[in-house]
């Protein structure tokens, strides 16, 4: 069973930037897919951005491309998502989530997830 865990949240004003982290352990030579996603308070948890282990592609929601980047430590099995040019909609509840399949999505497909980090955007 692989382990993730998130850090790097916080409370930042609307246009500042935030970088997330997530490392996992354990269990990870199944994991070909790692991604985010995030949850507001009475919505549903929504995919954010995803990077696929082997080829190294990416691919975003359309309510962050062009602010948020995904990216990876290719010594660690480690994730990052900085965020730039946050906005108050983008306040929420984020997961660090792992897949043995190469597609993250649809969400059923996560079979690991993080405890969650807060993201704050004041306006």
């Known amino acids: 069973q692989a382990q993730l865990v998130e850090s790097g949240g916080g409370l930042v004003q609307s246009g500042g930037s935030l970088r997330l982290s997530c490392a996992a352990s354990g269990g990870t030579f199944s994991i070909r897919t790692m991604g985010w996603f995030r949850q507001a308070p009475g919505k549903e948890r929504e995919f954010v951005a995803a990077f696929t282990w082997s080829g190294g592609g990416t691919s975003y929601a359309d309510s962050v491309k062009g602010r948020f980047t995904i990216s990876r430590d290719n010594h660690k099995i480690t994730v990052y998502l900085q965020m730039n040019s946050l906005k108050p909609e983008d306040t929420a509840i984020y997961y660090c989530?792992?897949?043995?399949?190469?597609?993250?999505?649809?969400?059923?497909?996560?079979?690991?997830w993080g405890q969650g980090t807060q993201v704050t955007v004041s306006s």
């Open positions: 989530a792992a897949s043995s399949s190469p597609y993250i999505l649809p969400i059923r497909n996560v079979q690991y």
